[in-house]
């Protein structure tokens, strides 16, 4: 079993950054491939980011990439989401994902940007 908790959101003004941590235990490995996905109110869960287990390729949502960067840290078993020049349309429950055998989520973390 392994838990992912999230971690990093927050109220920012548009135009601000904030940098999201997800952070696993339990039976943990670094062959987990990891994503964030994000939630906003009244829609479908949507695919931002996501990154291999090496670390050596990532792959983005066409509206946040060029804004946002995942990376990964498998000594600390944690996964980032740097998020610069944040804009309201990213406002949005952000989750982390690991994929192995076995698919795990976290509980998310909200992030919301004011105008």
């Known amino acids: 079993q392994v838990q992912l908790v999230e971690s990093g959101g927050g109220l920012v003004q548009a135009g601000g950054s904030l940098r999201l941590s997800c952070t696993a235990s339990?039976?943990?490995?670094?062959?987990?491939?990891l994503s964030w996905h994000r939630q906003a109110p009244g829609k479908e869960r949507e695919f931002v980011a996501s990154?291999?287990?090496?670390?050596?390729?990532?792959s983005y949502l066409d509206s946040v990439r060029g804004r946002f960067t995942i990376t990964r840290d498998n000594a600390k078993n944690t996964v980032y989401l740097q998020m610069n020049s944040l804009k309201v349309e990213d406002t949005a429950v952000y989750y982390c994902?690991?994929?192995?055998?076995?698919?795990?989520w976290g509980q998310g973390t909200q992030v919301t940007v004011s105008s």
């Open positions: 339990g039976r943990t490995e670094s062959r987990y491939a």
């Open positions: 990154i291999s287990h090496a670390g050596t390729s990532t």
């Open positions: 994902k690991a994929v192995g055998l076995t698919t795990y």
